[in-house]
Nanobody
Framework: QVQLVESGGGLVQPGGSLTLSCAAS????????MAWYRQTPGNSRELVAR???????NYADSVKGRFTISRDDAQKMVQLQMNSLKPEDTAVYYC???????????????WGQGTQVTVSS
């Protein structure tokens, strides 16, 4: 069973920084795209940042220049470094990954359970 487990959320003041981490566990052959999404009450989940298996990245316009996504394939992890945080960054952040499990020929999309980030003074 594949699991994605996030950590690193919390309360931070405006202008502060947080680093979110997500670790994949279970039996799988490969991890392809990895990403972070976020969701606020009453809204749909939105893409924050994505990193491909070749380390190509893309970001939502609202976080460009402030957030950095990175992956460590040896540790089966993806991180989101968030700087210059704003109150509008407050949301539940979800890790997402396309993973090919052992014994399967195609990949499936997996989600973590989410971690709350609150930016407030």
């Amino acid at each position: 069973q594949v699991q994605l487990v996030e950590s690193g959320g919390g309360l931070v003041q405006p202008g502060g920084s947080l680093t979110l981490s997500c670790a994949a566990s279970g039996r799988f052959w490969s991890i392809y795209d990895m990403a972070w999404y976020r969701q606020t009450p009453g809204n749909s989940r939105e893409l924050v940042a994505r990193v491909t298996s070749r380390d190509s990245t893309n970001y939502a316009d609202s976080v460009k220049g402030r957030f950095t996504i990175s992956r460590d394939d040896a540790q089966k992890m993806v991180q989101l470094q968030m700087n210059s945080l704003k109150p509008e960054d407050t949301a539940v952040y979800y890790c997402n990954a396309d993973i090919r499990q052992v014994g399967l020929t195609t990949s499936f999309n997996f989600w973590g359970q989410g971690t709350q980030v609150t930016v407030s003074s």
